[in-house]
């Protein structure tokens, strides 16, 4: 069992930036692919990005891209989402979550799930 901790989540005006962090209990296997989705009120999960930890590939979606950026501290066990640029529609709960790479590729299924950390731009 993987526990994640998200952190860094906040309020910013638009156009600044923040860092959020997922931190795994029990660090991350090479294998694991961990993303990051977010929640607006009123609106469904969506995804954002992800990496692979062994490889450090990394993934966006188009309503990011250029603007946030994910990496990884293998020695923290932690990932990063960097987040630039930001914009009031970036407004809402970031999730981070991680699964095997087969099942995350394969079938788009994560296992293991954060509690979630709030951003909040202010236009």
């Known amino acids: 069992q993987v526990q994640l901790v998200e952190s860094g989540g906040g309020l910013v005006q638009a156009g600044g930036s923040l860092r959020l962090s997922c931190a795994a209990s029990?660090?991350?296997?090479?294998?694991?692919?961990i993303g990051w989705f977010r929640q607006a009120p009123g609106k469904e999960r969506e995804f954002v990005s992800r990496?692979?930890?062994?490889?450090?590939?990394?993934k966006y979606a188009d309503s990011v891209l250029g603007r946030f950026t994910t990496s990884r501290d293998n020695t923290k066990n932690t990932v990063y989402l960097q987040m630039d640029n930001l914009k009031s529609e970036d407004t809402a709960v970031y999730y981070c979550?991680?699964?095997?790479?087969?099942?995350?590729?394969?079938?788009?299924?994560?296992?293991?799930w954060g509690q979630g950390t709030q951003v909040t731009v202010s236009s």
């Open positions: 979550a991680a699964g095997s790479f087969l099942r995350v590729i394969g079938r788009s299924e994560y296992e293991y």
């Open positions: 990496i692979t930890w062994g490889s450090g590939n990394t």
């Open positions: 029990d660090g991350f296997s090479s294998e694991y692919v």
